[in-house]
């Protein structure tokens, strides 16, 4: 009765579709190919799949397991497993708190972007000024933040079944398929903009040929941090999504098999995402620009400019850019609300309705906050890792550089010596299920990934400044 109450995926389709569109978001598109391009093409690439492979498949597995066994949201997940981790469900509920007012401030901005190009004004779009002139005006970024986040709220009202299964079986193979197609046609690109030759052939061999000049034992680690980075943007771990999910998931689903699908899934958009836009910045831009922007930057500054280069393609191709780029920041920004709401739903009892209704409204005062962060509120300060920062980028540091590594540092900790591993183990393997890497996960969950989580959260902090 309690599992009906709270929803539940019909089948392994709908989860591994939902999943994969909460791992596939603004990180696979604004990040991963200004870290690959910053970072060795190849060598990061190289990296970043044996880390996926290895560290990403352990706090998957973790996760999901955790919210299939527990039945519970990230909130109440962990205190259930063990009293004294409370904290870590309060972390791990707090994290999409944070992300979902500025995530939905920034799908105003693709908003924005989409408009623009599908009605023919993307070369004022790519105008020098345009993107700061509209964050720092008054009341168009708060209205389009309100569109994109009752488009979240009406997904995640309808439930998991009728919403965000539904949402996500259209939703997903339409983003594939944008993703896979302007990809294929960034590799067609030629222009001789930068005053030489280029084609976006040559910006793909930049992308997947490794890079190791210059290359030493710090240079090495410091890749690493940022492919390990990277993996919490592109997978959603430690920010309760995948438990609120894997709670919503079967008992006689394989477990093993969907973690592998939303592996490859959330791998090959990133890889993906890099095809699309290294090739065409670096074909009309030269590489050094790729190399240098990322964030906003690239997304609504760089890219407009690729666009425009273009010429009559120009338009089409960006408004269908910012199309796949709208249609993955709602997946993602679904899943976070859902977090969030099922979370409410199971610690306090309320009613989908009456948790949405909350958080909806907490979200939407604080993402006026972030939108005013622009204008009105504006003020800067110096993060710990030396980054000059308002309230957008307070947000985004305090929930995915500090509370994350926490969150993913205390499942290890549980879940590997507190408890014991066959607590996963016993999940995945039930109902006759393989578990193929096994003994990997037992490595991961006890020494390798608690090191590792451990070396990045002192480097967020500003504490550890070698790498």
């Known amino acids: 009765m309690e ?40 060598l990061f690439l190289v990296i ?16 999901i397991a955790i ?25 791990a509920c707090l994290v999409p708190f944070i992300i979902l007012p500025y995530y939905c401030a920034i799908g105003g901005w693709v908003l924005k972007y989409f408009v623009a190009f599908i009605t023919g004004n993307g070369t004022t779009a790519a105008k020098d000024g345009y993107f700061t002139g509209f964050i720092t005006s008054f009341s168009e970024p708060i209205i389009l933040m309100l569109v994109f986040f009752a488009i979240t709220a009406f997904i995640v009202f309808a439930g998991v079944d009728k ?61 690493l941090m940022d492919a390990m980075g990277q993996l919490f943007f592109s997978l959603s771990v430690a920010m309760g999504i995948m438990i609120a999910y894997g709670s919503y998931v079967s008992d006689d689903a394989n477990l093993q098999k969907s973690i ?78 859902e977090a969030v709401v099922s979370s409410f739903m199971d610690q306090f009892g309320w ?54 590594p926490i969150v993913a540092l205390a499942e290890c900790i549980l879940v590997g010596w507190i408890l014991s591993p066959s607590v996963v183990e016993d999940e995945v393997t039930k109902s006759g299920c393989k578990f193929g890497r096994k003994t990997l996960y037992e490595i991961m969950v006890k020494f390798i990934a608690p090191i590792l989580l451990f070396v990045l959260l002192l480097r967020a902090a500003g504490i550890l400044t070698i790498i």
């Open 3 to 42: 599992e009906k109450s709270r929803g539940a995926f019909s089948g392994s389709l709908g989860f591994v579709l939902a999943a994969a569109g909460s791992a596939v978001g603004l990180g696979n598109l604004w990040r991963f190919p200004y870290l690959a391009a910053r970072n060795g093409g190849g």
């Open 48 to 63: 970043y799949i044996i880390l996926a492979l290895t560290f990403g498949f352990t706090m998957l597995t973790t996760e």
């Open 67 to 91: 919210g299939r066994k527990t039945k519970q949201s990230p909130l109440t997940a962990y205190s259930k497993l063990h009293s004294k981790f409370k904290f870590t469900g309060v972390l």
């Open 163 to 223: 919403g965000i299964e539904t949402f996500s079986k259209v939703i997903m193979p339409a983003l594939l398929i944008l993703v896979i197609g302007i990809s294929i046609y960034s590799l067609t690109l030629h222009s001789d903009a930068t005053g030489e030759a280029r084609t976006g052939l040559q910006g793909l061999a930049i992308y997947i040929i490794p890079n190791l000049d210059g290359l030493t034992i710090g240079k090495f680690f410091s890749v």
């Open 260 to 337: 592998n699908q939303i592996e490859i899934c959330d791998t090959g958009v990133a890889f993906f995402a890099g095809v699309m836009i290294i090739p065409a910045v670096c074909t009309f831009m030269g590489p050094e620009v790729m190399k240098e922007t990322a964030g906003p930057g690239l997304m609504f500054v760089a890219l407009p400019k690729v666009f425009q280069s273009m010429g009559f393609a120009g338009n089409i191709i960006g408004a269908l850019f910012f199309a796949m780029v709208f249609f993955a920041a709602l997946t993602s920004s679904v899943s976070i609300m």
């Open 351 to 404: 009613s989908r309705k009456g948790a949405s209704f909350i958080e909806g409204a907490c979200s939407l005062i604080l993402g006026v906050i972030v939108c005013l962060g622009y204008n009105k509120l504006f003020f800067e300060i110096t993060l710990p890792n030396g980054s000059a920062a308002q309230i957008l980028d307070i947000m985004d540091y305090v929930s995915n550089n500090l509370f994350m």
